[in-house]
């Protein structure tokens, strides 16, 4: 009985084993939009298939409209095939200064992401990502794309963000919480062994007037 039992679960369990780490491989992130003038920048960009066991091929390209302008220009594309670690920057102004982030040694690009260095104020504006997307299928191929927009804003130094002030401040009213609830808990032990002690007192003097009276109960003799 055991045995078949075991046979049945084993299977299933491998199955949920590998839905969950099919469902962990993507996930779909969104860029942090602050960057620091003059330090390193990531600049997100996550594309998930919906088939996961499809193969697939994708190159991905960004553009960038700076704050003031109409048109967005294109700064930089990456191919798998053909730029093996670094995209091909084709923009001046990010020139030495723009860096692959994202999805390496695959064709299936899933993770667009890319690094700047050196920010500056003329950084700000508006990006955009763009995934071109070939899955394989059995009998053909399937083309799709995908665009995503980043805004970015350069500031001079870092600003904590609302979240994070909101999660220091839960930090500590947890603390003064479990402090208060110490204190509560020593109080009503306190008491519990005050009492105790009283009665241990009573019961004592009760014992020493039964021997002075000598009328002392068979059980306490």
């Not at 105790?196 to 003799?221: D, M, N, Q, W, Y």
């Amino acid at each position: 009985m055991m045995s078949a039992l075991r046979i049945l679960l084993v299977p299933l369990a491998l199955c949920t084993l590998h839905a969950r780490l099919s469902h962990a491989a993507c996930v779909e992130v969104d860029s942090d939009t602050e960057a620091v003038a003059g330090a390193g920048f990531k600049m997100g960009c996550i594309s998930c298939k919906l088939r996961g066991e499809v193969e697939a091929k994708a190159t991905v390209d960004w553009y960038f409209m700076a704050q003031g302008e109409k048109e967005f220009s294109h700064i930089c594309r990456f191919d798998p095939d053909r730029d093996a670690r670094q995209p091909d920057v084709t923009d001046e102004r990010f020139y030495e200064r723009l860096y692959w982030n994202g999805s390496k040694n695959t064709l299936d690009v899933q993770d667009g992401s890319i690094f700047i260095h050196n920010v500056s104020f003329n950084d700000t504006g508006t990006y955009r990502c763009y995934f071109d997307r070939s899955l394989t299928f059995a009998n053909y191929n399937y083309r799709t794309n995908t665009t995503k927009f980043v805004l970015i804003k350069v500031v001079p130094k870092a600003t904590r963000g609302l979240a994070s002030i909101l999660s220091e401040v839960m930090m500590y009213v947890s603390i003064i919480g479990l402090q208060l609830w110490l204190v509560v808990e020593m109080v009503y032990c306190y008491r519990k062994i005050a009492a105790a002690g009283e009665e241990a007192l009573r019961e004592s003097a009760s014992v020493c007037l039964l021997f002075r009276t000598k009328k002392i109960p068979k059980h306490l003799a």
